[in-house]
C-alpha cells in the first residue's frame, strides 16, 4: 500500500508528463499552422518581391547611440490619462510619443512640450501596448479585447482590426516596412501579421505569457519577447524557432523590454527584490550588466521607450505619470 508521500511523488510526476504532452501538442498545432501559411503564401507570390527601405548608415547609427548619457533623474514629469496609465511608445521620427490605458484610449503627446496632440478612441478595453511605423503614419494599440488596432496619424481613424489571439493581447510591434506586426499574448502565443495580406501568417508558442516584445533588427527578423515566467526570449521571426532564452536574470515577471540600437537594454520588473518600487533598471546589451538603477516612479513602471535617436527615454508608471529622461546631457 503506498504512502501519502509515494502518493504525492506520482502524482507530481504524472502531472509533469502531461504537460510535456499539452506543452508537445501545442507546438505541434503551431507548426502545423506556420506550414500551411508558409505553403499557401508560396504558391500565391511566387513572383512578388519584398521592396526594402534603405538602412541606416551603420557608421552614422554607431555615433549617434555612442552618445547616450545614462540620466540621474527625470527632466520632466506629466499626468496624462483619466485611469491608470499602461504603456507609452516614442514615434519613430522622435516629434512625439504616445500612451494607452485603462480609459481606453491612446494620447498622442509632443516630445518637446509634453502637451497632448491628439486623443484616440475604438478600443473596447484597456490599451496594453503602443507602437509607430517607421514613418508616422500609423499607431496600433494592443488591448485586452485580444485584438490589436491601427490608426492612420493623417485621418485619426481606425485602419485595420487584427483578431486571433485567444487571450489578451499585452504587446505589440510594427517592422521596419510597416508591412507586418509582431503581437504577443496572454495565451502564450506570438503572432506575425501581414498588413497587406490581412491574416496572421505565423505562430510561434512561447511556453509562458507574453508580457512584452521588441524588435532586434528593424526588418523584425529577430523577436525580443518578456515573459510572467521571469524569463527573457530570443526568437527567429522566419522559422518561429527560439535563439536564446535568458534564464535567471530576476526573481519576478518581466514587464517591459525595449531595445536602443547597439547600446542598451532598459528593463522593469515586478520582482521579489525591488518589489514594485518603480525603479528604472538600464542594462548594456554588450556586456549583459547593470549600469544604472533609477528611482524616480512612485508606483510600478508599466512601459519604457527610447527617442530614435537615442537623446530621451520615456517611462510610464501605472498611477497615471509619465517621466521624460535626458540622454544626451549630463
Not at 31 to 57: D, V
Not at 289 to 308: A, D, F, N, Q, Y
Request: aromatic fraction near 6%.
Amino acid at each position: 500500500m503506498l504512502t501519502t508521500e509515494e502518493k504525492n511523488k506520482k502524482l507530481t510526476v504524472e502531472n509533469q508528463q502531461l504537460l510535456d504532452r499539452w506543452i508537445n501538442k501545442m507546438n505541434e498545432e503551431a507548426e502545423k499552422m506556420n506550414e500551411a501559411t508558409q505553403f499557401y503564401e508560396t504558391q500565391k507570390s511566387l513572383k512578388q518581391s519584398r521592396k526594402k527601405s534603405s538602412p541606416l548608415n551603420s557608421l552614422e547609427k554607431s555615433y549617434r547611440y555612442s552618445s547616450i548619457v545614462l540620466p540621474k533623474r527625470a527632466s520632466k514629469k506629466i499626468n496624462v490619462h483619466d485611469a491608470e496609465t499602461h504603456c507609452i511608445s516614442a514615434s519613430s521620427t522622435g516629434s512625439m510619443f504616445a500612451t494607452g490605458g485603462a480609459d481606453k484610449k491612446i494620447k498622442l503627446i509632443d516630445a518637446k512640450t509634453g502637451h497632448i496632440i491628439q486623443t484616440l478612441s475604438g478600443s473596447l478595453q484597456t490599451i496594453t501596448s503602443i507602437s509607430f511605423n517607421s514613418t508616422d503614419e500609423m499607431v496600433l494599440g494592443s488591448c485586452t479585447d485580444n485584438a490589436t488596432r491601427i490608426w492612420s496619424l493623417s485621418t485619426h481613424r481606425l485602419k485595420h482590426t487584427l483578431t486571433g489571439h485567444i487571450g489578451k493581447v499585452y504587446a505589440a510591434k510594427f517592422t521596419g516596412d510597416s508591412n507586418k506586426v509582431v503581437s504577443g499574448s496572454h495565451d502564450r502565443t506570438l503572432k506575425i501579421w501581414d498588413l497587406q495580406k490581412g491574416y496572421n501568417i505565423r505562430t510561434i508558442f512561447t511556453f509562458s505569457s507574453c508580457n512584452d516584445v521588441c524588435l532586434m533588427d528593424q526588418d523584425g527578423q529577430t523577436v525580443i519577447s518578456g515573459h510572467l515566467d521571469n524569463n527573457i526570449r530570443l526568437w527567429d521571426a522566419r522559422t518561429g524557432v527560439g535563439i536564446k532564452e535568458l534564464t535567471g536574470i530576476h526573481n519576478g515577471q518581466i514587464t517591459s523590454v525595449s531595445m536602443s540600437f547597439l547600446i542598451h537594454i532598459v528593463m522593469d520588473l515586478i520582482g521579489v527584490v525591488r518589489p514594485l518600487d518603480g525603479s528604472l533598471h538600464i542594462w548594456n546589451s554588450r556586456t549583459g550588466k547593470l549600469e544604472r538603477s533609477i528611482t524616480e516612479h512612485s508606483s510600478v513602471i508599466c512601459g519604457v521607450s527610447w527617442s530614435p535617436n537615442g537623446d530621451h527615454l520615456y517611462s510610464a508608471e501605472k498611477n497615471k505619470i509619465v517621466c521624460i529622461w535626458n540622454t544626451s546631457v549630463v
